[in-house]
């Protein structure tokens, strides 16, 4: 570093010995030259060689020597003449030597702006702890410059194209390369995904549009082969006509994605968790359920027997028996088929539901555990109701929660004013489903009702609610709840209708 400002001043010294050596000649030749004044317009050229040292002080310096020896040589060679042309030709050169002397410096001073800012850009595009790095799309730009947008085979010819012209170390951190030399003057498409190719074609295709600014998030290969996740932000900064600077910085979310994924995982952990204690809860009501078409199967299998061991056969008798044992079997078989399903764990499924039969389905379920707490139903659904889009185990498992917390909610309720009531309703783009109770309403901030792990039962965990939010939220709907006028809470959620409703609507 003490080396090179010792060259630069160097440098600058014999450039202004030269200057001033250029400038004794001018004079000299201005002196005894016969050319009458015209020789100290060359005076310039001494302003404009001090200016090559980009020193400022020099290049005024020069400008005032050359002025001064103008005006001396004038003197020299017409002190006793009157004014006439030769002042003339001294004020056009003194002119001339000012003008010049001011525009170098006026440029000097651009120039150590420009400079400095280009250090600071450099400083910050150096030191940022975000991956960076600048490349030369000009090539792209000329592939692309008829308008036409880019297929899949112009993207791979532009990703070869596209030439990386500076990066930071954190850039060459990102791809696992040891250092930003090995970015310099390449590309990256040994880096590329089919996710960083699409990626390319949607980033060119917005470049070609005007944008401004284009923000994506792709997938990349490090030099040891791991996929990492990053958003690109890729601009143009200004004078970068025909793509000739393009900015791209990245930041990696490899880890924010692996967290997501996890996050994910736990709650379809802890959704699963909650069927399988939400069907403890009803444990009484499936072995009804199961008991009694068990108990029929065997009634009418005796039955059948009996018919069978007469003398002769009552074969009609016989036939009902065996349907029957058929019907109750398979009555057996749907509720066992209903409870595997609550309880299976395994990823959400996506279909059409049609709410009011799931809803049909799931009183059924809990049909008995209804009646045991003389808990009275009424269901009102509108006509024509479009199916809504979502996993119908999911959505199985919000009705019954709200079900048996409306249940609950009532336990203490004189038994004549145990209503529970639910109405569906078609709600613009979605379906409305509304469970309200009789009980005695909610006596905090309805809200807080959805935060984990915040119950008003005594042995709750507080985690019901806030998984059913989550499961609606994660269906596109909303779940909220609100006390009712007279007395009791409601509990509404609102999911969206299928697609291929919205396509037909």
């Known amino acids: ?224 082969g791991e996929v990492v996740d990053v958003v690109l932000r890729v601009t143009l900064p200004p004078g970068s006509d025909g793509w000739t600077r393009v900015l791209t910085m990245a930041v990696d979310v490899t880890e924010r994605n692996r967290a997501q994924a996890r996050l994910a995982q736990s709650q379809a952990e802890l959704t699963h968790v909650s069927r399988v204690t939400t069907l403890g809860q009803l444990a009484a009501s499936i072995a009804h359920e199961v008991n009694q078409p068990l108990s029929a199967i065997i009634t009418y299998a005796k039955s059948g027997r009996r018919w069978l061991a007469r003398e002769a056969p009552d074969a009609p008798e016989v036939v009902d028996c065996l349907d029957q044992i058929a019907a109750n079997g398979t009555r057996a078989a749907d509720v066992i088929a209903r409870i595997r399903d609550l309880a299976r764990k395994a990823d959400p499924q996506h279909g059409r539901i049609e709410m009011a039969a799931l809803i049909d389905e799931t009183l059924a379920l809990l049909q008995r555990d209804l009646q045991t707490h003389d808990v009275a139903i009424r269901v009102t659904a509108a006509d024509d109701l479009p199916p809504v889009s979502g996993d119908r185990v999911q959505i199985q498992q919000v009705l019954m929660n709200l079900i048996l917390n409306a249940e609950q909610a009532m336990a203490d309720a004189p038994e004549a004013e145990r209503e529970l009531c639910v109405d569906i309703e078609h709600d613009g783009g979605g379906v409305s489903v509304a469970v309200c109770d009789c009980g005695t309403g909610i006596a905090a901030d309805p809200e807080r009702l959805f935060a984990p792990f915040y119950t008003t039962k005594s042995a709750g965990l507080g985690m019901g609610l806030s998984i059913c939010r989550s499961i609606i939220e994660q269906h596109g709907g909303s779940l909220v709840a609100t006390n009712n006028a007279i007395r009791g809470a409601t509990f509404r959620f609102r999911l969206p209708i299928s697609n291929e409703e919205s396509a037909v609507a």
């Open 1 to 224: 570093m003490r080396g090179d400002v010792e060259g630069r001043r160097l440098v600058t010294r014999v450039q202004g010995a030269a200057a001033m050596a250029l400038a004794l000649v001018i004079f000299a030749l201005d002196v005894l030259s016969p050319l009458q004044g015209a020789v100290a317009v060359l005076y310039t050229i001494v302003v404009l060689m001090a200016a090559r040292s980009h020193d400022r002080a020099l290049m005024i310096v020069a400008g005032i020597a050359s002025a001064l020896l103008a005006i001396a040589g004038y003197f020299v060679s017409h002190w006793s003449e009157p004014l006439g042309s030769p002042a003339m030709r001294l004020v056009v050169s003194l002119t001339a030597i000012g003008i010049t002397a001011w525009l170098c410096v006026r440029n000097h001073a651009a120039a150590e702006q420009q400079h400095r800012s280009e250090i600071r850009y450099r400083t910050i595009f150096n030191a940022a702890g975000l991956p960076i790095w600048e490349g030369d799309w000009s090539a792209a730009y000329a592939i692309l410059r008829s308008g036409a947008m880019p297929g899949p085979e112009d993207v791979d010819r532009i990703a070869r194209v596209a030439i990386i012209r500076d990066a930071n170390d954190a850039a060459a951190q990102l791809f696992g390369l040891s250092g930003r030399e090995a970015l310099v003057g390449g590309t990256i498409v040994a880096h590329h995904t089919p996710a960083a190719e699409a990626t390319l074609g949607h980033i060119l295709a917005a470049l070609m549009r005007g944008d401004p600014t284009i923000e994506e998030e792709t997938q990349f290969l490090t030099a040891s």
